[in-house]
């Protein structure tokens, strides 16, 4: 029986050590690899304007840096896939530097070249090269929660056959048994919840097993993989942060753009055109929304969001939201309700925030309530504290989305052709906020029965 437990949580601690050398390292890899690679693509684009001979020495370097991630990453692959992927990037990328020296040899010459079209052969090849950096990102992490699922599972298959040799041994000593079973099983079962909470997402590395030696040492591994993990997550962020945050100026410049061209500055537009244009400065505008989106919850989740505390009246918040959704709710026959006390407590919060609350909320009553249907508002004091409910007659939540409809990303399932999906940011959002005024939100709601999201605020 000693050996057995041995050798699985020799299995376990192999397994560790993987997700903790190899998965680690790729990651690392993986970032540096990309950094590479947009350094290439800035020293690029930066030459081209201002042709600077050092600017093209410091796209020499960061080629140089690429390559040398990449070798990296090949001495690590152990999977055909993998090495697909890698030689999927490495044609790309040759490809890109490809057409940049052919458009070097062209400017050097002094010849008149298709610029536009070598723009688009570079930018075709960034965005094979791009695509398959992610790919290469998802693959890790798939491989990164298959490991951790072989944990939870050897750890399953250890504490199930422990079970039964203790049985069997049971004739032979009733007390020894039960010291054993006990130092075996309640480390493996804590090991197997914690497993499976971070295969939930739930990185905090809070593992505490002192005994046996063997799974106190485990359990320190585990911990430092779940911190690891949690790092990757944060870089993910990071990451979405950085690419939001460089995306704002020239999605900024496209809607100006367009609103200029639409106000005949560039000459007369037809119908058609006008058409065009409109169509392109609202996608823009809803591109600017998801960019800010993303900036905000970047902030949120960083602990870096400024928040302007005053007393206020919620009352006025609540009337304000309203009067801004009047014409949608309007549009499609739905009837707004308001039921506010009178004398409401003031708290202290930072309105603009608090409003960005009420009109997520209402906003998307109004998204998922069909025509003809009804939602009420409503706000009243209770224990100190102020209680704000948004309840409409929509086609409700299922109850598995309950749990992770205030995570970012998460959307619950929706199975309507006429209602459009949206980026799962809005109640993640709303969530940050409220938590950040010391409040708490929770929602309840049944399918084909509508839902209600209540919010309280301390006075």
Known sequence: MSIYVAEKFQNLKEITGSILTINEKMSSFHKKLVDAFLSQVRYERKFLVLKDKTLYEHFIMAKNDFDQYYNGLVSLTDSHQMKNLLENIRQSHDHYEEVFSKEIELLRDGQSYPEDLYMQEKEKAINETMDGLKEIKTYTENRTYEKIKQLGEAGADARRVALIMTVSYLIFGIAVSIFITRSITRPLKIMRKKTSEVAAGNYSGNLSLTSPPEIGKLAKD??????????????KSDFLSFMSHELRTPLTSIKEGSTLLLEGVGGEVTEKQKRLLTIIREETDRLIGLVNSLLDLSKMEAGMMTYNYAYEDISHLINKAVIALEPISESKDIRLEREIENDLQRVKIDSDRILQVLRNLLGNAVKFTPKGGHIKISARAIDKAVEVSV????????????????????????????????????????????????????????????????????A
């Open 222 to 235: 585990f911990n430092f993989m779940c911190n690891k993990l949690k790092e990757i997550d944060k870089l």
């Open 391 to 458: 309840s409409d007659t929509g086609i409700g939540i299922p109850k598995e989305n309950l749990h992770t409809i205030f995570n970012k990303f998460q959307q619950a399932s929706n199975k309507s052709p006429d209602i459009v999906k949206g980026t799962g940011l809005g109640l993640a959002i709303v969530k940050h906020i409220i938590n950040a005024h010391g409040g708490k939100i929770w929602v309840e709601s049944e399918p084909g029965h509508g839902s209600t999201f209540t919010f309280v605020l301390s």
